[in-house]
């Protein structure tokens, strides 16, 4: 990849709500907006993982995951960070034409009760609140990791 996808947040009152799924029968986890809007999309893509913006405004819209829980890793530590800063998340730079940029890199699959984490690479990460239960970690301006609550099974 000769370009870096850059990501940031903007100041404000986080825009998206919605539910965090996991669907047991076709073994995808799903962060699914309240609402939805008609819109040309952009798409990041880290192995099974689909992270959804706007190609017009930049702004996160959804993201879903291709995974069995069967193979998520229990961490009795991990629960849903608090006092996060919250904003928009947004890419900043690094889209030309394209609509699709893609990374070798597979995330990794972290619960504890209803949290669930979607590990990128999560180190020394800062966390922002992008949503009522959905926090995303950036280091560099790169997305690091999703921690969600309240993740409905189904």
């Known amino acids: 990849m000769d ?3 850059k990501i940031s947040i903007i100041d404000g009152t986080p825009e998206m709500n919605g539910n965090v799924i996991h669907y047991f029968s076709d073994y995808t986890i799903q962060y699914e907006p309240l609402y939805s809007e ?4 952009l798409l990041l893509i880290f192995g099974t993982l689909t992270i959804v913006f706007d190609k017009k405004s930049k702004r996160f819209l959804s993201l879903d995951a291709y995974t069995n829980k069967e193979i998520w890793k229990i961490d009795r530590n991990l629960s849903f960070p608090q ?3 919250e904003g928009v998340l947004s890419i900043q730079e690094g889209f ?3 609509h699709i940029e893609s990374f070798k890199f597979v995330p990794k699959f ?3 009760d209803n949290v669930v984490m979607i590990d990128i690479n999560n180190h020394d990460s800062k966390f ?3 949503g009522e239960n959905v926090i995303v970690g950036l280091k560099d301006q790169q997305i690091t990791s999703f921690i969600f609550k309240s993740v ?3």
């Open 3 to 5: 370009r870096t996808v």
């Open 38 to 41: 008609e819109a040309k999309i």
């Open 83 to 85: 006092d996060c800063p």
């Open 96 to 98: 030309k034409d394209d």
């Open 110 to 112: 972290y619960y504890n």
């Open 128 to 130: 922002y609140k992008i």
């Open 152 to 154: 409905e099974f189904m």
